[in-house]
């Protein structure tokens, strides 16, 4: 079974600090995606990284894909309210012919002004 | 352009009974998938559907069943509902589905999700 580790679970910091979310596997993923999902809404796509060794910056969000595929990172800059929310990596995976998404368990991250 | 919508947004059912959820996705996608919620188990992916046939699935039982129609419009339909389905069933849209790969655009292929319909079994 393939399985996606998230950590931390749970993120309470001051605005403006710096965090790291990290997504974790021992299987290999095509490629892997990062939603941010608020209260009462679906998942909301941030990025989308394929390559291993990839890094991807979206404003003060920047994504990091493992070398060798099987992990991911999240790094925010001076963290801001509006950044609250729960925060999931998806892997997708490919066995014969059939496709899968494979979500982590989530970080729930709290931004305090 | 108009997003993913889902319908109801609410559901109650007891014990037993079955449940029909509907998901219309953003004009133009052919694939939608079905996700399962929940505080312990997190995401997970029941099937997904694409130009009418269910093209991959996820391990659920086979209470959990869907279908898609002409128009991409599709149903999930959980017969014989248990405790543990109480849920927020999710679906997702998209232009070339799970097999991704980039569009004719360059863009990568990209699921949107809609708001959810949460059901709660008593």
């Known amino acids: 079974t393939q399985l996606l580790e998230q950590s931390p679970q749970f993120l309470s910091i001051q605005e403006g600090e710096n965090l790291t979310v990290y997504c974790n596997s021992s299987?290999?993923?095509?490629?892997l995606q990062w939603y941010r999902q608020e209260p009462g809404e679906g998942p909301v796509l941030l990025v989308t990284?394929?390559?291993?060794?990839e890094v991807k910056k979206l404003k003060r969000l920047t994504f990091q894909f493992g070398d060798a595929r099987k992990d991911s990172s999240l790094h925010i800059t001076a963290a801001q309210t509006g950044d609250t929310g729960l925060y999931l990596c998806?892997?997708?995976?490919?066995?014969?012919?059939?496709?899968?998404?494979?979500f982590g368990s989530g970080t729930r991250l709290l931004v305090r002004p | 352009k108009a997003g993913v919508t889902q319908t109801p947004r609410y559901l109650i059912k007891t014990r037993g009974q079955q449940v029909t959820l509907s998901c219309s996705p953003i004009?133009?996608?052919?694939?939608v998938s079905w996700y399962q919620q929940t505080p312990g188990q997190g995401l997970q992916f029941l099937f997904e559907?694409?130009?009418?046939?269910?093209?991959n699935k996820g391990n659920f039982p086979g209470r959990f069943s869907g279908r898609q129609f002409s128009n991409s419009r599709s149903e999930m339909n959980v017969s014989t509902l248990e405790l543990g389905d109480s849920a927020l069933y999710l679906c997702?849209?998209?232009?070339?589905?799970?097999?991704?790969?980039?569009?004719?655009?360059?863009?990568?292929?990209?699921?949107?999700f809609g708001p959810g319909t949460r059901l709660t079994v008593l």
């Open positions: 998806a892997g997708q995976s490919r066995r014969d012919s059939s496709y899968k998404l494979i």
């Open positions: 990284v394929v390559t291993g060794g």
């Open positions: 004009s133009g996608h052919r694939s």
């Open positions: 997702a849209s998209s232009l070339l589905g799970l097999a991704g790969g980039r569009t004719s655009l360059g863009s990568y292929n990209e699921q949107f």
């Open positions: 299987s290999v993923f095509s490629s």
């Open positions: 559907y694409f130009s009418e046939t269910q093209r």
